[in-house]
T-cell receptor, first 115, second 112 residues
């Protein structure tokens, strides 16, 4: 079935630095990738939608200059958290829609801790 | 506003018990509904997908039903096991290829 590989699974970075998270579709072409964020004991909240070859669409309240999304190919979408701060510490996870009848496929998630 | 609500937020049961998790959505015009399992600190595992034209789906000890008109879905877990302990998330989409909207989940604890 469709597999999305997400790396890294966890990362600790210093405040002010940038962190890049990658999501690769391994056995299918993902023209669209959704990026979610999950704070402790909260549900997944959509941050942005990336589309191959075009600019990402950000949800209200999400800073596009802080969370840079690139979807340069049909198999790779990246999220870069720039100038990270402790309040950016969260669980980030990507997802690609499947073909009809196959639902959505999720990456394994990235636990970001900013110290 | 399109919202998904899950009740209860947490549930503790002894091993072997049958249980029902509830999910409701404010806009009934869904495209599909998907149930996921999330273990602590981990990603999501898809359990069942129900298309808007379907009434239920089954996989092993899991059965999910969908009542679009009332905006509800239930996940039935038969003969619960300690390994079923996890957070169960319900999510809906309203168009093909659009993002899922998630509920806050039900955290299940099954004791042996």
């Amino acid at each position: 079935g469709a597999v999305v590989s997400q790396h890294p699974s966890w990362v600790i970075c210093k405040s002010g630095t940038s962190v890049k998270i990658e999501c690769r579709s391994l056995d299918f072409q993902a023209t669209t990738m959704f990026w979610y964020r999950q704070f402790p004991k909260q549900s997944l909240m959509l941050m942005a939608t990336s589309n191959e070859g075009s600019k990402a669409t950000y949800e209200q309240g999400v800073e596009k200059d802080k969370f840079l999304i690139n979807h340069a190919s049909l198999t790779l979408s990246t999220l870069t958290v720039t100038s990270a701060h402790p309040e950016d510490s969260s669980f980030y996870i990507c997802s690609a829609p499947g073909l009809y009848g196959h639902g959505y496929t999720f990456g394994s998630g990235t636990r970001l801790t900013v110290v | 506003k399109q919202e998904v609500t899950q009740i209860p937020a947490a549930l503790s049961v002894p091993e072997g018990e049958n249980l029902v998790l509830n999910c409701s959505f404010t806009d009934s015009a869904i495209y599909n509904l998907q149930w996921f399992r999330q273990d602590p600190g981990k990603g999501l595992t898809s359990l069942l997908l129900i298309q808007s034209s379907q009434r239920e789906q089954t996989s092993g000890r899991l059965n999910a039903s969908l009542d679009k008109s009332s905006g509800r879905s239930t996940l039935y877990i038969a003969a619960s096991q300690p390994g079923d302990s996890a957070t169960y998330l319900c999510a809906v989409s309203y168009q093909a290829g659009t993002a899922l909207i998630f509920g806050k989940g039900t955290t299940l604890s099954v004791s042996s």
